[in-house]
């Protein structure tokens, strides 16, 4: 039985919550395989960062710190996350499913020649090989994977698979590596379109908005609710479409998908597009007047009511818990 291989996402110098969960579920599998855990992290001054893969469980990380990592270059990543595989021959490899890994992981695949699925939300072991669990046509139905042949390469939905709690004590073995940095497409520039808020992929709590808010000028509603929870914002399509708040919000089948702890659709119908970005959400609340809407049907608590008389009382309730609690 070879290792696991699991792929650490660095962005602004620290490493995403999706690549720590990529580490604690790869250590609960080898600890189960008795087999080694190993980490692929690239960037420019990343090396500081193995300490904390391996207090999340990694064995060994395999660290490629170099200027010309520094903005992420598919050909270039691709090329290294390649180059360790073929030396290790791991049996399993684990990619975070975010835009990162969604690029990331094919091309290893490809590269690689093995079998990848993708969108995994729970990993269980039968016989020393993987089956894995992805939701199928946009979320209707759930499929169990097995692979043919090594490695048995995933990717993995954030926030669905547990972080282990980190352990001080931990020590990790650091290999250095180097990559033919050329590429035919280079990144010249990012812009950042959120400065501070919170990562809808990697938020524990979201507040979404719908069409059941009105218009743009009541969109502030949810934005309170969001900022009084420390949330991220979210919105359903209809909204964006209408040019209420920005793509980048939306949470759906052709947007974002999240699995926070705390989902809370405001004004949300609960079409199947949507249901499919949100329904692995672990607390779903929905606020709707229409006791009837589909939304209902996925939610763990429902408000049968106006958002626009609920949505304040909540937010004020928020701040004054929060307040008390100091
Ligand atoms: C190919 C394809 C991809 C799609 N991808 C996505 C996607 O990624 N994400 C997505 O969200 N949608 C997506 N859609 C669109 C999706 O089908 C729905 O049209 C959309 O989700 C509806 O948004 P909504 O719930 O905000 O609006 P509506 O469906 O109009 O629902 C509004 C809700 O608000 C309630 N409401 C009205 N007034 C109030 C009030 N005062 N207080 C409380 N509740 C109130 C109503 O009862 C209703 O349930 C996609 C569609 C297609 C065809």
Redesign the pocket.
Known sequence: MGGILTFGEVRDGRLRRPSLEAVSEARRLADALAARVETVLLGSGVKGLAAELGRYGADRVHVFDDPALAPYATEVYARALAQVIREAKPSVVLVPFTAMGKDLAPRVAAKIGAGLVSDCVALTLQEGRLLARRPMYAGKAYATVRWEGEPQMATLRANVFALRPPDAARGVEVVAGTVDAAARARVTAVHAAAEGKIELSEAQIIVSG???L?GPEHFHLVQSLGEALGAAVGA????VDAGWVDHQM??????KTVSPTLYIAC?????I??LA?MSSSKYIVA????AD?PIFKVANYGVV????EILPRLTQAAKAYFLAKG
Do not use: C, E, L, P
């Open positions: 719908g069409r059941g009105k359903s399509r209809a909204v939306q949470v759906g089948q052709t947007g004004g949300i119908s609960g079409a597009q949507h970005g606020i709707n007047k229409d809407a009511g106006d958002v626009f």
